[in-house]
């Protein structure tokens, strides 16, 4: 494809299973808008920055005080733009987020930081006074995925997890921070690096920690025994992208009916599931929103998950009896633990009417940005000794392993058929090209009329 003089989006992709689907919603209608867009693995679009067209970036997060992937693309020339994936972790504790995730030189940086409600668009900016011009209630792009025009999408791979594994229960891990894959004292120099930067004082921490492993170990103890609450179910266990697969494996190597698995995007394993079993994380509100049964259970204190979020809009558990009688209620199809709908709709705009994703390209359009154009050159670049050592992934064991967490890959022809499904679901079939001008960078553009 020639090179062609326009306005482009740069959208990087940090987690694959989370974060892929939903920003290439964004950049599916970014196209049919007229942009250019490009897509691509996190790392990789850092190593290109400086090649590519400077036009808005849409980034995960605008990161905590002098950030240096944000302090980068500033100097660049970027349009820095935000859709922070961790938003809803927002309700839990306001301060701990708006201290460790963003800052007042990285927001000056910034032309949007998207908000999920108008509850975070206040919160925003009683702690960042003066740039409400900036906090855009948009919604939450991952919700679009979520409703049932979309639905059909994961209508295969759903069917085929059915027929493989029959009626289970998706048990989905957010242990992260003690059950690491990089191990424990990876996660402890992060977290405690992390405080540092946030002036948290060591005992909340420590404290942190010590629920964290409370509640591992009754869960560990727990999900065992669902296996005879439920004797015609299996379970699935599905790690967060930071946690040990081998960990879990090991834990339950005894038991022939769980299965430890982290495949693919967590959607077609939530819609084939009977019940999913969550620690108060995104998951659980994903299944909720799609109207498919959820609980919580909660066997022991802990100040980050417990969130009035939570609360409010999934029902929960807090002992092994209450659990039993929960989910075999919810999984008779009865609706008395059930929280109405009302209530999430005051956490999350956009769950009806106009995507969410629509929203944030029109601030897209609000922002001026200059015309650019892609090097011809640019794939040869991969030659060259930086690429080619980034390709050769020499870091350690555990390193690779936890990238590898984040990005497993995929082809232009898995690329692409996303895109057509999207359009499809959008009622614009066909209507986007795809091409991927460097490997792990695929660029969109409208097809000519």
Not at 135 to 156: C, H, N, Q, S, V
Request: hydrophobic share 40%; with cysteine.
């Amino acid at each position: 494809m020639k090179p062609t003089s326009r306005k482009w989006v740069t959208i990087p992709v940090e987690v694959q299973v989370r974060d892929l689907f939903s920003r290439q919603l964004v950049a599916c209608i970014s196209a049919i808008r007229g942009y250019q867009v490009l897509v691509g693995q996190d790392r990789v679009v850092r190593r290109l920055a400086r090649f590519l067209p400077k036009g808005i970036l849409y980034d995960k997060s605008i990161g905590m005080r002098r950030d240096r992937k944000v302090v980068r693309y500033h100097k660049l020339g970027f349009q820095i733009t935000a859709f922070d994936e961790e938003t809803p972790g927002i309700y839990g504790s306001p301060r701990h987020f708006f201290v460790g995730r963003m800052a007042a030189d990285t927001l000056a940086m910034a032309k949007r930081w998207f908000c999920v409600s108008g509850k975070v668009q206040q919160m925003a900016n009683e702690a960042f006074p003066g740039n409400l011009e900036k906090f855009a209630i948009t919604g939450m792009p991952r919700t679009d995925i979520w409703r049932p025009e979309f639905r059909k999408l994961y209508e295969p791979e759903t069917e085929n997890i059915r027929n493989e594994f029959g009626r289970f229960i998706l048990f989905n891990s957010n242990f992260g921070s003690v059950v690491h894959e990089a191990g424990e004292a990876f996660a402890r120099k992060q977290y405690e690096a992390y405080m540092r930067k946030t002036n948290t004082p060591a005992h909340e921490y420590e404290t942190l920690i010590n629920q964290s492993f409370a509640n591992l170990e009754a869960y560990v103890e727990t999900v065992p025994v669902l296996l005879d609450w439920f004797g015609d179910h299996s379970i699935i266990v599905r790690p967060h992208p930071s946690e040990s697969v081998d960990y879990w494996r090991r834990k339950f190597a005894d038991h022939p009916r769980i299965h430890v698995i982290r495949e693919g995007a967590v959607t077609p394993w939530i819609l084939a599931s009977e019940i999913v079993l969550h620690h108060g994380c995104t998951t659980g509100l994903e299944a909720e929103l799609m109207h498919c049964k959820e609980i919580m259970y909660a066997p022991c204190p802990d100040n980050h998950h417990d969130t009035q979020l939570m609360r409010d809009c999934v029902p929960i558990a807090h002992d092994r009896q209450e659990l039993k009688t929960m989910m075999t209620s919810l999984m008779a199809g009865e609706t008395r633990f059930r929280k109405s709908r009302e209530q999430l709709q005051a956490y999350f705009a956009s769950l009806s009417g106009r995507l969410a994703s629509d929203k944030i390209v029109d601030e897209f359009d609000a922002i001026p940005v200059p015309l650019g154009s892609l090097p011809g050159w640019l794939g040869l670049l991969r030659w060259t000794p930086r690429h080619l050592a980034a390709r050769l992934n020499l870091r350690s064991r555990q390193a690779r392993a936890y990238s590898r967490n984040k990005w497993q890959g995929v082809t232009l022809q898995e690329f692409t058929n996303n895109i057509n499904k999207i359009t499809d679901a959008l009622g614009q079939p066909g209507s986007i090209l795809v091409n991927e001008p460097f490997p792990g960078l695929f660029h969109l553009s409208k097809k000519p009329d």
